[in-house]
Structures are given as structure tokens and as C-alpha cells.
């Protein structure tokens, strides 16, 4: 079964400073996306970045870059110079592709805390 | 750049009412995906379409029903509502999957639907 874990209910980091959010994720198929959202309290999940399985180069969005290391199965978020409307519950999700087309929901973690500290 | 609609943004019912979702997708995106999150928890998926197909089905209740329209638009109803029914209702919507490549889902707002 697929599955994704992220181990950190809760973080804190100093405003400017970069941060890592944990991932990782399980699944038999070979063929694959990872996707980070941010939900702020407001409640809108917001996507942030994307990484195919296949991609070689690890995916990076702004000050968002994803550090993908396939062979531990895991797809972490980094945020570089954290910003006070960084503070938000993070998610991280995978949706298997399939070649039938038609099974392509987001499994998701439990989701992190993130507090960016003036 | 168009984004995911929906309607109503909150929604206020009573035991064993029954609530409508709407969800307007991005223009040419051909799949549409409803979850479910519930307070402090993570999005459960519901169900999804793709070309007006149900194309998978996930935690979703026999009192819920739903459907994608001609026009791509996509409508959950939800009857006999019950307390536990109380949660953010997540529609997101994709240009699906090309080659073996799996594009990100868009989100809409969501509608807080409060059950009392």
C-alpha cells in the first residue's frame, strides 16, 4: 500500500533561516509524483513544488527546492530565508500514476507545523 | 490565471439535511478530485472524474453522491448530513497525466461545511 510519513508534528525556525521538512514515501510503482501544499490557517491549500519520479534534477520553486533521494524513498521540502508567511501546515503527498489513467488521487502525510519565529 | 471555484464557501446545516458542493474546474483540466478534511487531519480523498467519468472512488460515504457535468463542473451532494459530516471540502482539479507524467492538482478555496 502507498503511504507517506512525515515525522515532525511540529517545527520552529528563525525568521531568514532555511529549513527542512521531512518525507518520506512507499510505494511499488515505479512510475510516480511527490507534491508539497502549504495550507495556512486561512485553510487554502496552496501547491508549491512537484517531483516526478523520473526527474534526474531535484525540483526547485523560488525558495522552495525539493530534495529527492529515490533510493531512501525520500522527498523532502527545504525552505531557504524563511518568512513569517511561511507559518503554515505543510503537506506532503504522492499520486501514483497509472497506466490505466484513472487512478490518480494524492495519498497525503499527516502534515507539518511550521512557526517562523521573528 | 483562472483557479479552481467553489460554491458555497461555507455552509451551515442541520442533522440529516442534505448540503450541495460545487466545483468549477480550471479551463481544459479534464480530471476533478473531491476531498475531505476533517479538523487537525489530513485531506481524505473522496472520489474523482476524469471526462465526466468517475475514475476512482475513495472513503466515500453511501450518503454521498457525486457527479461531473457536461460542462466539467462537478457537484457533491451530501445527505442525511451527520455531525461528523463537518469539515472542509476540498475540490481540486489536474490536466492529467501525459506519458507517465503526473501533473500537480490545483485547489480550490473550499467550502466549510459546519453540521450543528
Known amino acids: 500500500a502507498q503511504k507517506i510519513t512525515q515525522t515532525q508534528p511540529g517545527m520552529f525556525v528563525q525568521e531568514k533561516e532555511a529549513v527542512t521538512l521531512d518525507c518520506t514515501y512507499d510505494?511499488?510503482?515505479?512510475?510516480?509524483?511527490l507534491f508539497w501544499y502549504k495550507q495556512p490557517s486561512s485553510g487554502e491549500m496552496i501547491f508549491l513544488i512537484y517531483q516526478g519520479s523520473y526527474d534526474e534534477q531535484n525540483a526547485t520553486e523560488g525558495r522552495y527546492s525539493l530534495n529527492f533521494q529515490k533510493a531512501r524513498k525520500s522527498a523532502n521540502l527545504v525552505i531557504s530565508a524563511s518568512q513569517l508567511g511561511d507559518s503554515a501546515m505543510y503537506f506532503c503527498?504522492?499520486?501514483?500514476?497509472?497506466?490505466?489513467?484513472?487512478?490518480?488521487?494524492?495519498?497525503w502525510g499527516l502534515g507539518t507545523s511550521l512557526a517562523v519565529n521573528p | 490565471a483562472a483557479g479552481v471555484i467553489q460554491s458555497p464557501r461555507h455552509l451551515i446545516k442541520e442533522k440529516r439535511e442534505t448540503a450541495t458542493l460545487k466545483c468549477y474546474p480550471i479551463p481544459r483540466h479534464d480530471t476533478v478530485y473531491w476531498y475531505q478534511q476533517g479538523p487537525g487531519q489530513d485531506p481524505q480523498f473522496l472520489i474523482s472524474?476524469?471526462?465526466?467519468?468517475?475514475?476512482d472512488k475513495g472513503s466515500i460515504p453511501d450518503r454521498f453522491s457525486a457527479q461531473q457535468f457536461s460542462d466539467y463542473h462537478s457537484e457533491l451532494n451530501m445527505s442525511s448530513l451527520e455531525l461528523g459530516d463537518s469539515a472542509l471540502y476540498f475540490c481540486a482539479s489536474s490536466p492529467g497525466t501525459s506519458g507517465g507524467h503526473t501533473y500537480e492538482q490545483y485547489f480550490g478555496p473550499g467550502t466549510r461545511l459546519t453540521v450543528t
Open positions: 472524474f476524469y471526462e465526466k467519468m468517475q475514475s
Open positions: 510505494t511499488s510503482d515505479q512510475s510516480y509524483g
Open positions: 503527498a504522492m499520486r501514483e500514476a497509472s497506466r490505466a489513467g484513472n487512478n490518480r488521487k494524492l495519498i
